[in-house]
């Protein structure tokens, strides 16, 4: 095992990935000579030279539509968007393109393209390079979403993307880019689709994903400070997600609540708790609660920035709620 | 190969597959009256010579990737008619399990990639085909089909500066012809030669008239040993029209009669034939017999679409993963 950050990790599957099969790339804007605005295609360029990790225009549409013809040509690109926010400018080509073109063309296309995009608030970049987006690609069928949260399931699931056969959308969090965790040395691929259990406890079930992992984690501390055992669940893919590991653990506790950054309006939180009404409806002690982001562009300012945020308190709160005590 | 138009016997064959492909589109648009095929369904009519001419001099592990208006490329790849008409008809047996429609055939077989049905949308799928050609360094080229609106879309121009950039093998050409659906080139383009808005991005271009196949092939040649040298992409604005409305669905009250009858005048299939009995001794009764193999080939499709029937519901959910 080895201590390393979430942007090593990262960067350590890409090493791995372009290592193990040459027909892996990376492109995007400032991913060769800049090294990624994130750092994560650190020293690939100089590993692999300029045919494999490219420096594109500033042309998200263009970037991801030259990966989707480039993996029809037989490659696996691995395209980076430099900020979640500029995925708007390349939906056409993820949604209208990518996403569909096996189906459309009677499974006849195979699109082997994983694309990294960082997200989510909490440093002040404004309404324009904060946003938790992963709803507009959860959406679509076609797409698999991944939401990596902390450094050994970032590398895994990053290699299991990067191998995938199919478009998988992978999600990175700027917040947890310097996040410490251990990694182990020799790390096969994730399974994409699987959760992870994070802790178990027999009151409440609180299902995360990405930064709202560790706010989690945090709020079952808290309440086991209080007698409350919270069981919590990363989702890491979201979509397809895990359904059974959710309902099965809401069937041992009776109580949920679904943690996202985004705004609730048809996020993750109403699909988590959509199922959990439609599967698991008799076993529910109490209504499922739903801890979102504020339904706002993020704002610049610090403290309205972090009221948009979900926090370890709200989530406390929430838990209560669900066992009855406001 | 531009002066190798000397033989008679490959001129008969520019025959023949343009009249493949005009009567291909003839059908359809009778089927699509019968209601035996829905949707929107854009026909070439008329455009012949360009993906004719174009194609003329492509090799079979060469790309194509094109437009919504895609029966031609996938005719003049040298796609089964009847696996198209059983596409445009709905049925398991189309190309694309009728899944796709007549917006969207594909046929890997042939490496045409696909009609794509947003404008311009196809553009950089065809960069990234060129950068796997280079990548591989396979020697290939890709071509991609497009229309005149495709011109004014952005991510037209991001392809377009990204193939010139990365100096990929990419023919581009334009199928000038003159709408974007109803509104005009002169009424949507601040530049009415779209070789020169292509200008900008350092690339060799050519205009030509895309109803003369002799000239469109020629024209392609040049672009097409461009591309294949490494030299990067080249642009070809090919000037045509479309007989039909834009769709089915279009009545077409945008454009004039006289219009209409001045650009048929210039058809391209006449003038082939022209351009054989002209050059070589070649009765009306040889055509007849060409005209009569198209009549057969495309009762032939028809009669495959006919027979078959749509995929079970319970096939709903393939296709959509890899499995």
Request: net charge negative.
């Amino acid at each position: 095992m080895a201590l390393i950050t979430y942007r090593e990790a990262l960067n350590q599957a890409l090493f791995e990935e372009m290592r193990r099969d040459p027909s892996v790339l990376v492109c995007g804007e400032d991913v060769a000579l800049y090294e990624g605005s994130f750092k994560v295609t650190k020293g690939l360029l100089k590993e692999f030279g300029a045919k494999r990790v490219i420096d594109t225009p500033v042309s998200e549409g263009a970037i991801i539509g030259m990966a989707t013809g480039a993996a029809m040509g037989g490659l696996r690109p691995v395209a980076e968007l430099m900020t979640v926010n500029f995925v708007y400018l390349a939906l056409d080509q993820i949604c209208n393109h990518l996403a569909l073109m096996r189906y459309m063309f009677g499974g006849q296309a195979r699109l082997p393209v994983t694309i990294r995009m960082p997200g989510g608030g909490g440093h002040q970049l404004g309404s324009q390079h904060s946003h938790s987006l992963e709803v507009l690609l959860v959406h679509t069928p076609g797409l698999k979403v991944v939401f990596a949260s902390a450094p050994a399931n970032a590398k895994a699931l990053l290699k299991a993307a990067i191998r995938d056969d199919s478009p998988v959308i992978f999600l990175e969090h700027e917040g947890l880019y310097n996040s410490l965790g251990e990694v182990p040395e020799s790390l096969e691929p994730g399974v994409i689709g699987r959760a992870e259990l994070m802790r178990e406890g027999l009151d409440v079930t609180l299902v995360a994903y990405g930064a709202m992992r560790s706010v989690a984690l945090e709020a079952a501390e808290m309440l086991a400070q209080q007698g409350i055992e919270a069981e919590v669940i990363d989702l890491l893919t979201l979509r397809p997600w895990d359904k059974e590991t959710v309902t099965d653990s809401v069937a041992r506790t009776h109580r949920a609540v679904v943690v996202a950054e985004s705004p609730p309006v048809c996020g993750m939180g109403a699909e988590v708790a959509a199922n959990i009404y439609e599967v698991v409806y008799d076993e529910l002690d109490a209504p499922v609660e739903r801890v979102s982001g504020a339904d706002v562009p993020l704002p610049y300012a610090r403290k309205l920035e972090q009221a948009c945020i979900p926090h370890a308190d709200d989530v406390v709160r929430a838990a209560h709620r669900t066992l009855g005590r406001a | 190969m531009g002066g190798a138009f000397v033989n008679k016997r490959e001129l008969m064959d520019v025959y023949y597959r343009m009249k493949l492909v005009r009567s291909f589109e003839t059908r359809v648009a009778e089927e699509y009256a019968r209601g035996r095929i829905g949707g929107f369904c854009h026909l070439y009519s008329g455009e012949e010579a360009v993906a004719a001419g174009a194609l003329w001099h492509l090799r079979p592990e060469d790309y194509v990737i094109g437009s919504y208006r895609d029966h031609a490329y996938y005719l003049l790849r040298g796609g089964a008619p009847g696996k198209a008409m059983a596409e445009l008809f709905g049925h398991a047996d189309g190309c694309c399990k009728g899944k796709g429609g007549s917006m969207h055939l594909f046929d890997p077989s042939t490496n045409f990639l696909g009609g794509y049905a947003i404008v311009a949308g196809m553009c950089p799928l065809a960069v990234g085909l060129g950068l796997s050609i280079k990548y591989k360094n396979e020697g290939r080229i890709v071509l991609c089909f497009f229309g005149d609106g495709a011109t004014n879309q952005g991510v037209y121009h991001e392809a377009l500066n990204m193939a010139a950039l990365f100096e990929l093998p990419v023919v581009w050409v334009c199928e000038n012809n003159y709408y974007a659906i109803g509104t005009s080139v002169a009424r949507s383009s601040a530049v009415e030669s779209l070789a020169n808005k292509a200008k900008a991005y350092g690339m060799p271009t050519s205009t030509v008239d895309g109803m003369d196949f002799l000239k469109m092939q020629s024209v392609a040649e040049r672009a097409i040993a461009h591309a294949r040298s490494g030299n990067g992409p080249a642009f070809i604005e090919a000037k045509c029209y479309r007989y039909r409305g834009h769709s089915m669905s279009d009545p077409g009250t945008y454009r004039s009669k006289e219009e209409i009858e001045h650009w048929k005048q210039r058809d391209p299939i006449p003038r082939i034939k022209a351009v054989v009995q002209h050059d070589f001794e070649a009765g009306d009764d040889e055509f007849e017999d060409l005209d009569r193999k198209v009549k057969v080939a495309l009762d032939q499709a028809v009669a495959f679409a006919e027979a078959g029937d749509e995929l079970s519901r319970e096939r709903l959910y393939e296709d959509l993963y890899v499995q």
